[in-house]
């Protein structure tokens, strides 16, 4: 009678039984067992989200962008697509689950565009990788519903006339440079920030925007280039400011003087120039910019000049944000009733 066989095996590091009544019945026990081992081990792992989209953040994101840009991609991964997607695989992402973190998110229809910016970019890579056949975020059922960004208002005219009227209270020298710069001329706040002495001719009444100073991490500035290339440019330097500017070191920063100022120290000059000046409003820098802009579009009716003053890159922009004028609905009645109220 022959012996049965009953032998342990170890297949990939797990210890297996095989019980065989011949050495041939054991023989194709261990080759299928060995070849079942095999396909688990040619079966592909998936990806964790979490995983892949630090790595491609890290990788092809971080050591490209500018550091601006890349807080704000750390802040969607942050905030919005490891919490929805961490430890789910990257394959199996659905457009279901896309859309179902569109509909959980609150607040602007913006804030949810800035998250699928960069769930595409990382969708997109796995497509790239041949993790999924295509990317599930493309699909045209998905929907981005969300309150509209808020308008940046202007100050009233009355209002600036006020703030101009006070600029001699303000009892800080560089609060008064800073109020002169910032509310006559239609610049970015961290357009202001990269100003150096350099860039203030008196002599020809020109201010040179060369540079800007962004603030990535919050309060540890960064010097960079502007946001565009027509950022780049000379515009008129208002009288009124001029009075109050003493010229220091060409090479130093107008408001830091080696190293420009903080955001912080922004909004301790604003609160200074609020108290001294008693304004009732709140100092914005952005609603200087905007004001500035709907009075030059105001007072030329010219785009190419608003254009040109704002640095954007084309009068699209100029004209979605700042070409708007003051009084517009008044206005239109008035031209209305010009134009169809006469009896010629």
Known sequence: MPTKINRSVVINGNRKWIRANSEQEYAEKLLKLSASGMEKIQTPSKHIFVEYAESWFRVYSLPNIEAATAATYRRQLKLYLIPAFGEMAVEDITTDDIQGLFNSMTGTKATKQKAR?????????????????????????IKLTGEASKVTKEYTVEQMRFLIRNLENVKNATDRAYLAIQALHPLRLEEVLGLKWGDIDLDTMTLYVRRAVTHPTRNQPEIKATKTQASVR??????IAARFLVPGDANEFIFGGSTP???????????????????????????????VLTDIYDQTKDVKTAQAAAG??????????????RDGVRRSGEIIDQVYGSDD
């Open 117 to 141: 910016m960069v769930l595409n970019m990382i969708l997109e890579a796995a497509v790239e990788d041949g993790l999924l056949p295509r990317n599930p975020l493309k699909s045209r059922r």
């Open 234 to 239: 000379a515009i008129g330097l208002s009288g």
């Open 261 to 291: 100022f903080t955001y912080q120290k922004v909004r301790r000059m604003c609160e200074r120039i609020k108290r001294d000046t008693g304004f009732e409003d709140n100092i914005t820098p952005i609603r200087f910019r905007t004001t």
């Open 312 to 325: 954007h890159a084309s009068p699209t922009m100029t004209m979605r944000r700042y070409a708007k004028g």
